[in-house]
């Protein structure tokens, strides 16, 4: 059902724009602009600097990894506009800073790969111990995980809950606190709690293997990261694309008119980005919501908190943006989010601004 038909344009898009459009903007601008949420500001540096860092990285590396570091760079620009800063130095003495140290950090990694051995005959391997368990071993390991299991159930519900999350669905502490909709100071709480209490109720062996087990998170910790990362990756595509689509948003009545998003899309993509400006903290009990509307259908894109300076960055994928929305916009609704958007609107746009383009 259609809801509220009002949607403002943005007042003098043109004029916001054609400040970046020239060949005449220097880096330092850019970066400037970019660290104010401009994020259409990292596509000119992406076109000056890319093929440059990408010569760089493969004058001693492979091309592939050349490209990945080239990827890697832009995307600390992009994550890290905030921290440059003209004083200290060039925007482009900055990005080659990044870029060397991108390099150096592989070819170090490399050197300390273990070097493979040739053994045509097999020989080493013959002497090699059998990594697979022997059939005693299976049941001693069948009879530790059901031990793990009962004192799993013995847990206190709460407790149970974000021990199992953060071990078994090998979830961060701040993704825990946000399943379970509790403070993050809570969630540690019944995670360090649980844990001394499974360390107390196992025999010694088991509630080592608990302890290993702890360790392992930072391991799915890292692979999280490497698919944060990947992420990042598809954003700054779309980021760095000509054919994206921005439809900017700007505040409703009685809503400081500083505050602002833009949500950037493209026909086709699994992926868009939705950037925050300005906007002041929910109240308590509240939390901003974003949407995108088809036709008469409003569809959720998630809940978002924005920092201390009233920013944050939404990168949503999936089906749901494939094609673009007629409108987009934030509410404020409760705390637990909303399946409808019911709450005062902050932030409205719907007309479709191709990104400018950049030389």
């Known amino acids: 059902m259609m809801r509220r038909g009002h949607y403002p344009r943005w007042a003098g898009r043109g004029e916001a724009l054609t400040a970046l459009s020239g060949r005449d903007v220097s880096d330092e601008d850019l970066m400037q602009q970019l660290a104010a949420g401009r994020q259409e500001a990292l596509g000119p540096l992406y076109s000056r600097y890319a093929s440059r860092i990408f010569s760089l990285a493969a004058q001693s590396l492979d091309r592939a990894t050349a490209e990945e570091i080239t990827q890697e760079v832009f995307l600390a620009v992009w994550r890290k506009a905030g921290t440059f800063a003209p004083d200290r130095g060039t925007f482009q003495g900055w990005l080659f800073q990044i870029a060397h140290y991108r390099i150096l950090n592989e070819l170090r990694r490399r050197s300390r790969r273990p070097q493979l051995e040739e ?23 069948e009879a530790q995980r059901l031990e793990v299991r009962e004192a799993l159930e013995a847990l206190p519900h709460a407790q149970r809950q974000a021990v ?13 606190s946000t399943t379970l909709r509790v403070p993050l100071g809570t969630t540690k709480t019944r995670i360090r709690s649980g844990l001394q209490k499974l360390r107390a109720g196992l025999a010694p062996a088991v509630a080592a293997l608990v302890l290993v087990a702890a360790g392992l998170v930072a391991a799915v910790g890292i692979h999280n990261e490497g698919a944060a990362r990947a992420r990042d990756a598809r954003a700054l595509a779309l980021l760095t694309s000509s054919e994206t689509v921005a439809i900017r948003l700007r505040a409703a009545p009685g809503v400081s008119p500083e505050t602002h998003a833009v949500y950037r899309g493209q026909t086709g993509a699994t992926i868009a980005v939705l950037t925050l400006e300005r906007f002041q903290p ?12 088809h036709g008469e259908t409003w569809t959720s894109l998630g809940t978002v ?55």
């Open 119 to 141: 053994d045509p005959d097999g020989l080493r391997l013959e002497q090699s111990p059998d990594p697979m368990p022997g059939p005693d071993e299976v049941v001693a390991s």
């Open 164 to 176: 199992e999350l953060a071990f078994l669905e090998g979830l961060t502490h701040e993704q825990v």
């Open 282 to 293: 929910a109240p308590a009990g509240e939390t901003y919501q974003a949407w995108i509307r």
């Open 305 to 359: 908190r924005p920092d201390a300076g009233g920013a944050a960055r939404l990168i949503v994928e999936g089906s749901q943006v494939t094609p673009l929305p007629d409108a987009v916009e934030i509410t404020r609704e409760p705390a637990r989010g909303s399946p409808s958007p019911h709450g005062p609107v902050v932030v409205s746009g719907q007309e479709h601004t191709p990104n400018a383009q950049y030389r």
